[in-house]
């Protein structure tokens, strides 16, 4: 439900997928296949139909019992086929739905099935035949699926729309706190690395811990802001994003944004949503507008800068009501913001005018570079000023 809110059109088939398929087709989910039939029309209803019993990853999780739903198709078929009456079938039937279904292999299925009522020599032509016309229904409808999947998508469809609004619980949003803590391509054991991770942080200095934590949870809380605003980006600013993103970091050339992906541990699509969760930050940001400005302060007070802050501001308010500044700056600088540039870089970093200018100003968060020209040519003449 939490992707299908978020334009992603989910199928669902065979197993687990037709179980979810048939709980949330009334919500937008799209069923295939055989299973998803049997379920959605009420026919089947137990969730042990399509569980199987399977082995290790090393041994390739393979099958080590039948799922209930192939053995009602194999007998079905070899009904049709003349192998077996329907009076079999449903001595079968019943016999492999009374059994655990870890323990639903078909030899384990055909003696209680001949102790259930089973025609003896039904049986034995059913053994026979099971090598060759036993139905993998869930393979099939797997198959199904997929080219119901790829017929879909060459119709290059919009994203999916949805019209509720799914409720957020408290298991949800932990479940989701605790996938932020897997590796960028979803392996465990990411975690251990963690306290190695702030060892780093800390070795810079005092707060920085604290700022990379302020800088991370305003992250995440914007993101749950924007998401639950249901802000979606589009195509359009998602590709401006990556542009601006890439000019910005100097990552025009191809070879630069590869070594970029290879030193972040990022793949082309991790770099997408990279970018894409940056362009919801901000969508946050400007949200909150004035309402931020309260917390702003708040964080001035709690660093112990808010009456310096506050003193420069004051004092520039001021000196433009006066109208004294240009009259009390040298007049080389009040005439040349350039220099005005020089003395600013200068005195607060020790560093030439930067070439791109209006990046520079853009990073420090001015709407564009002639409003950080005047910023800096407005504090000059405050210093000259005092």
């Not at 019992?65 to 078929?77: F, G, H, K, P």
């Not at 492999?96 to 209680?112: Q, V």
Request: contains cysteine.
């Amino acid at each position: 439900m939490w992707i299908m809110e978020r334009g992603v059109h989910v199928f669902g088939a065979a197993s687990m997928g037709a179980l979810r398929a048939v709980e949330l087709d009334a919500f937008g989910m799209r069923g295939v296949g055989w299973v998803y039939q049997q379920f959605r029309d009420g026919t089947l209803d137990r969730d042990d139909e399509v569980a199987v019993k399977h082995g290790t990853a090393v041994e390739g999780y393979r099958a080590l019992s039948e799922a209930m739903v192939n053995v009602r198709r194999t007998l079905q078929a070899a009904e049709h086929q003349g192998i077996i009456s329907a009076a079999t079938r449903d001595a079968l039937s019943i016999a492999g739905t009374a059994l655990f279904y870890g323990d639903r292999i078909w030899s384990e299925l055909l003696t209680p099935g001949r102790a259930a009522g089973a025609d003896a020599a039904e049986v034995d032509a059913l053994r026979q035949w099971l090598p060759a016309g036993r139905i993998n229904q869930q393979a099939d409808d797997a198959v199904a699926m997929l080219r119901e999947m790829g017929g879909f998508l060459a119709t290059n469809p919009a994203p999916q729309q949805v019209n509720w609004i799914m409720a957020t619980t408290a298991r949800w949003e932990a479940a989701k706190r605790r996938a932020g803590t897997m590796s960028p391509d979803g392996t465990a054991g990411f975690t251990g690395m963690l306290e190695s991770i702030l060892d780093e942080i800390r070795l810079l200095g005092p707060g920085a811990v604290e700022a990379a934590r302020d800088r991370g949870l305003l992250r995440f809380f914007a993101a749950d802001f924007a998401e639950r605003a249901g802000m979606m980006i589009g195509a359009q600013r998602r590709q401006d994003a990556i542009a601006e993103f890439r000019i910005s970091n100097g990552l025009e050339r191809g070879a630069d944004l590869a070594r970029f992906l290879n030193a972040n541990d990022l793949s082309a699509d991790g770099f997408e949503r990279l970018v894409v969760a940056d362009e919801m930050l901000r969508w946050a940001c400007e949200q909150a507008g004035w309402d931020g400005i309260g917390n702003l302060l708040n964080d001035l007070r709690i660093r112990g800068t808010y009456a310096s802050v506050m003193a420069g501001a004051k004092g520039k308010l001021d000196l433009q009501k006066l109208g004294t500044g240009q009259k009390t700056a040298p007049a080389d600088v009040a005439a040349s913001g350039q220099a005005a540039l020089r003395w600013y870089f200068a005195e607060k970093h020790g560093a030439a005018v930067p070439e791109d200018l209006a990046a520079y100003a853009q990073s420090c968060g001015f709407p564009n570079e002639q409003a950080f020209r005047k910023a800096v040519r407005l504090e000059y003449e405050y210093v000259c000023e005092r």
